[in-house]
């Protein structure tokens, strides 16, 4: 007997919806099952994973806080994924987008608050875009793995930010507490519509970045590149500049979301300042096909999990491993069952022909 | 291909959404109106399986409920950073009337969210924020921690403990200076070594630092950690330990002596009483063992036979006002008297206390 997994060239959409549902059903059980266990009804406590999402202005306002550094990562993400160019490296992008706009912001909070914002926007852009082309010159030149170097990178970025939090940048008003000192009224985005303006910018982004994937000609090009490196050099692109192009804008737009997460969010620079969004821009920049308009849906309902769980945790004291595991457990459900859509296991009985389907 | 998916779990979330509210019109009558609990939340920023620091914040949580039946409700884990304020405001938005903030790390989000919501009251551990609506509270745990000091002195053979600290914060290096204090008043030989991880919870790395300690020869080990990974790397070592906390006897039986304790329990019952009645005024509550605040661990069979007279007599003139831990004449690390008999460092000054006593090996920051 043998197994043996095919890949299925054409799932008929039917099929792809219900292995979807099945996915979603399977996740809801499996976690009711263990909702119970913990000694709740499961659907209370799913009642209220949405009354906690959206239930309220606030509720609605705090996922959308939530899912506004998702859009823009995902964002970012989306265009090295095009070129599969795998940048697990958004973490420290973020992070280094993050340490340019707060250098600007302790240390020239004198200036004008337009002025001043305007600045940080750029180095966190600057900042984040360098922790891009690093490894995007390697791997154009040299042919250098790049999940490796960008996840290594990460790392550096955030040891980097971990001594200066508790070294030369450490608030010494915080009686040696290691924080680093909150930014000044002027280096803090301003709000709009109740919510800090990093949503403006998230729009703008999804828009910008949808025009420039499908209606300009780089964007074209980095599409070719990420079908065909050989087709691309054989129509001419210039691929050295175009993979380094591509980085430039994928860490730029991540290291945006740091200076608007440091400004709009944390008002001050700290370890935790990625909240790990960094690495799950990667499921939703999946999850969306890598289309802006998809990520945007895809970002505000994971989200909504993230915040919904939150919540779950004080309205039934479950605990906050608990509540991760559940979201861990339909996220598992969810992007397990795009295997099954793409592959069919095959039994092969003592090698005879005789085909059997594995359907859940 | 990837479309279809997400339409569907677009529609599938929305649809719950639906379900979610539909079903909400009813409900909420019958769940949310017939008691209307008077609710107090509570932000911890470890579990509250930590055996620890969390764990007894969660003693003192029961028995508000237990006390005056109201609803407590709590986060755990909550990080120092920007999420500490979410969290403060998703407990508002759920009905919080009081937030109790148990690690020094929220009180600048503390303060901020005070001044948002100035009917809610805010109650700030370890820190120094007061205010129309929130206020601090802690206490005197230099008291125990001298005593544990004491049976730590009398029990080291090598004239070497080890000391796993959290931060160079004043709070942590006035306890580690009373610990000091206590071990050299049977031991004055005995020196106190330090070891800073700039963690609050991280059993790993803590028990490591107690286990480098162990390497440079120290022989019982003491802790101001929210986990017990000290304690484990003592009791492995067959080596002896002073907890924090809680009693941490279970975890470390052949190596746990004593530990200083809080009792947060009493003061949260008498704060949340205060505030029902509309009592209650902004103060920075300071607890001491007199009060019953804080209190030493009772001593197991390890801690060293002749302890217990020598910590009972010292605990008598605590409780009866007698005895300052910061009495002088005490020097600093230098040799050099920094407060001479017949003085003591005065509780301003005890609570910005950024220098060690002689007998301490370590460094503070700057």
């Known amino acids: 007997m043998q197994f043996r997994l095919v890949k299925i060239a054409e799932t008929s959409k039917k099929k792809q919806t219900f292995i979807f549902l099945a996915a979603i059903l399977l996740a809801l059980f499996t976690t009711g099952l263990f909702i119970m266990f913990l000694g709740h009804d499961p659907v209370k406590v799913y009642l209220s994973l949405v009354n906690g999402a959206f239930g309220s202005r606030y509720r609605i306002e705090q996922t959308l806080i939530k899912a506004i550094p998702l859009i823009i990562t995902s964002l970012g993400i989306a265009i090295a994924f095009r070129m599969k160019f795998w940048n697990i490296g958004a973490e420290g992008q973020i992070t280094m987008g993050a340490f340019c706009a707060s250098y600007l912001a302790l240390n020239y909070s004198y200036l004008p608050r337009p002025v001043l914002l305007s600045l940080m926007l750029l180095g966190g852009f600057i900042g984040g875009s360098i922790w891009g ?18 996840l290594m990178m990460n790392y550096v970025a955030l ?45 703008f982004l999804v828009i910008s970045v949808h025009i420039f994937m499908n209606y300009s000609k780089k964007g074209f ?14 129509a001419g692109i210039e691929i050295f500049k175009t ?58 309902l994971f989200a909504a999990l993230v915040q919904g769980s939150s919540y779950i945790q004080t309205a039934f004291g479950i605990s906050a491993a608990s509540a991760q595991l559940l979201e861990a457990i339909i996220l598992f459900f969810v992007l397990g069952s795009d295997f099954f859509a793409k592959y069919r296991l095959v039994i092969d009985w003592k090698g005879l022909s005789r085909k059997k389907e594995n359907k859940l | 291909m990837k479309r279809i998916f997400t339409v569907l779990l677009i529609i599938l979330l929305s649809l719950t959404l639906v379900v979610g509210c539909a079903q909400k019109a009813p409900t909420p009558a019958p769940t949310e109106q017939p008691k209307e609990k008077f609710k107090v939340g509570f932000i911890y920023v470890g579990p509250i399986g930590d055996a620890g620091w969390t764990y007894a914040h969660e003693q003192g ?11 407590a409700i709590y986060k755990e884990s909550v990080p120092e ?59 005197s745990i230099e008291e125990p921690r001298y005593l544990s000091g004491i049976v730590a002195g009398l029990k080291t053979k090598k004239n070497s403990i080890g000391y796993v600290a959290a931060y160079d914060l004043t709070e942590v290096i006035r306890g580690i200076n009373a610990f000091t204090l206590g071990v050299r008043s049977v031991n004055p030989k005995a020196v106190v070594k330090v070891k800073w991880t700039n963690t609050w919870f991280d059993p790993a790395k ?14 019982v080990i003491a802790q101001h950690q929210d986990t017990s990974g000290p304690q484990v790397a003592a009791e492995e070592r067959g080596v002896w330990s002073v907890g924090y906390n809680t009693d941490m006897s279970k975890m470390a039986p052949k190596a746990y002596m004593t530990a200083p304790l809080w009792n947060w329990g009493m003061y949260y019952v008498k704060t949340v009483k205060e505030i029902q009645a509309g009592t209650w005024k902004p103060e920075a509550y300071w607890g001491t063992m007199k009060d019953g605040f804080v209190d030493l661990a009772p001593l197991t069979a390890v801690a060293p036979p002749e302890a217990k007279a020598a910590v009972d007599k010292v605990k008598a003139d605590m409780m009866a006002g007698k005895f300052n831990v910061f009495a002088g004449p005490i020097k600093d690390q ?29 460094k503070i920051g700057k």
């Open chain 1, 133 to 150: 082309i690093i490894p995007a010159f390697f791997k154009a030149k040299w042919g250098t793995n790049e999940t490796i170097v960008t």
């Open chain 1, 159 to 203: 040891k980097w930010i971990i001594y200066l939090q508790y070294g030369p940048w450490k608030d010494p008003a915080a009686l040696g507490f290691p924080k680093i000192p909150n930014f000044a009224e002027n280096a803090i985005l301003p709000k709009f519509l109740g919510l800090h303006i990093g949503w403006v910018i998230a729009l």
């Open chain 1, 221 to 234: 090009e980095i599409a070719v590149i990420g079908e065909s490196v050989n087709t691309a050099r054989y």
């Open chain 1, 243 to 300: 993979i380094v192009l591509a980085m430039f804008l994928s860490g730029g737009i991540c290291g945006l979301v740091g200076m608007i997460q440091a400004s709009g969010v944390n008002l001050t620079l700290s370890k935790d300042i990625t909240g790990g969004v960094g690495y799950t821009a990667i499921i939703t920049a999946w999850l969306g096909a890598l289309k802006p308009h998809w990520i945007v849906l895809v970002s505000i």
């Open chain 2, 61 to 71: 949580r029961k028995m508000l409920e237990k006390e005056l039946g109201v609803e």
């Open chain 2, 81 to 139: 950073s920007q999420e500490c304020e979410k969290v403060i405001k998703d407990m508002i938005d759920q009905g919080a009337k009081v937030i109790f903030a148990t690690s020094y790390g929220f009180q600048d989000y503390v303060a901020k969210v005070a001044k948002e919501y100035p009917n809610v009251k805010f109650l700030h551990c370890s820190g120094s924020i007061l205010g129309a609506n929130y206020a601090n509270y802690f206490g």
């Open chain 2, 206 to 219: 803590e028990k490591a630092a107690a286990v480098a300690l162990l390497d440079e020869g120290v022989d």
């Open chain 2, 334 to 362: 230098s040799g050099k008297v920094v407060v001479p008999a017949g003085s003591s460092v005065s509780l301003p000054d005890q609570l910005s206390m950024k220098w060690f006593v002689q007998g301490v090996e370590g």
